[in-house]
């Protein structure tokens, strides 16, 4: 079966292209390699013996999308990963990010309606929430008000696919609310490409231990939490990926109750910062340069997953603990600067 998978050599999207083809699937990748390059496609050869089918298109071309369903007409389903998402800069240039993150995904859409059944899987993000008022976080908590033009894409992106289902009852999809990804492939072979300053706190964490950056600043120390940091729920990229194929699985097996759908994604566990930098030490080794500094404004204090409807409707759970998530991120950055140098 033919699944389109959009970001395919992104972060999440390359992980779960080689979930997919463990299952079976024959993956056709698009990227425009804005935030990846083609090497990624060498790193999912040498974890699953099977090259992908890529083709470089930005999506943001509509020709070119129409283009591409005309010449692909046994597509069963897209699990759409191509987006921006650097919250800083989508403050600083919302228009790329409404473009990017919004018009992509209309002209998918658009392009879905027209089979006489489509499966779609889209990447949400637990920022839809805010800070929720209790814990663990439910699926059906309220949406809070979007703190940057990035989550806003998330809210108006889940918008969007529901009322595009509601009328086009060929399309069954279901928007994956993730928590906090980290890590790479056990293998090393691939994992977040070290473009740009992090966003995240994992890679600043292992690009510290590993030298590149002299130091990392824990924002704020005074929360009413256990030591004070900000508590989040880290989920390792494969756990994660699973869960997009169970999802796929779910929709194309027609074993969806309604035709849109949101899952949790996440661990169900929370770890302060100071907790992310104590595992970084303990499989590497290593003692990490951290300081703590001011609160950092936007901030939310504590976020974390209840993952009871992903358990019981999709059967799926998180495998791997924040450890030996960590490990796969400080072997994946390991390799990284090894080939750098
Ligand atoms: N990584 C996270 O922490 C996180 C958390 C929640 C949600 N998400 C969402 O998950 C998705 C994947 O995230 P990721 O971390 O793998 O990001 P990523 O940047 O590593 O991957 C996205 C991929 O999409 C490609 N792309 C971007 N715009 C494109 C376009 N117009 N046409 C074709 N390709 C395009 C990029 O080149 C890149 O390879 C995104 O939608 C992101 O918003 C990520």
């Known amino acids: 079966m033919k699944i389109v998978v959009t970001g395919g050599l992104g972060f999440i999207g390359s992980h779960t292209t080689v979930e997919l083809q463990k299952k079976g699937f024959e993956v056709v990748i698009i990227d425009d390699l804005s935030n990846s390059t083609e090497k990624v496609l060498d790193g999912i050869v040498a974890i699953t013996g099977k090259r ?30 191509a987006a921006s998402k650097a919250v800083g800069e989508s403050v600083e240039k919302p228009l790329l990010y409404y473009e990017n993150n919004i018009g992509t995904l209309v002209y998918l859409l658009k392009e879905l ?8 899987i889209f990447s949400s993000s637990c920022t839809v929430y805010g800070q929720a008022d209790k814990m663990p976080i439910t699926e059906d908590a309220p949406v809070k008000a979007a703190e940057s033009p990035y989550g806003n894409t998330k809210q108006i ?3 969007i696919i529901q009322e595009t289902c509601k009328v ?6 279901i928007a994956l609310r993730y928590f906090n990804p980290m890590g790479a492939h056990p293998s090393a072979e691939i994992g977040e490409l070290p473009i740009g300053v992090p966003q995240n706190l994992v890679p600043f964490v ?23 940091t900000c508590i989040r729920d880290y989920i390792h990229v494969v756990d994660l990926a699973k869960a997009h194929v169970v999802a796929l699985e ?26 992310v930098i104590q595992s970084f030490e303990r ?33 799926w759970k998180a495998e791997s603990s924040l450890d030996e998530a960590m490990k796969s991120a400080w072997l994946w950055e390991q390799r990284v600067r090894k080939e750098s140098v």
């Open 113 to 120: 309606s027209k089979k006489q059944r489509a499966s779609f």
């Open 157 to 159: 992106g889940e918008e």
């Open 206 to 228: 292992t690009q510290t231990g590993a030298g590149i950056r002299e130091q990392i600043s824990v924002f704020g120390g005074d929360y009413p939490t256990e030591d004070g």
């Open 250 to 275: 779910r929709l194309l097996d027609g074993k969806n109750e309604e035709n849109y759908e949101v899952f949790n994604v996440g661990t169900g566990k929370g770890s302060s910062v100071l907790e």
């Open 283 to 315: 499989v590497s080794g290593k003692k990490l340069n951290y300081k703590i500094v001011g609160r950092r404004p936007g901030d939310i204090m504590t976020a974390y997953a209840d993952t009871t409807k992903a358990n019981e409707v999709l059967g």
């Open 52 to 81: 992908p089918e890529f083709e470089k298109i930005d999506l943001k071309e509509k020709s070119k999308v129409e283009d591409f369903f005309k010449r692909h007409q046994d597509i069963a389903g897209v699990i759409h990963f």
């Open 168 to 173: 086009t009852p060929a399309i069954n999809a």
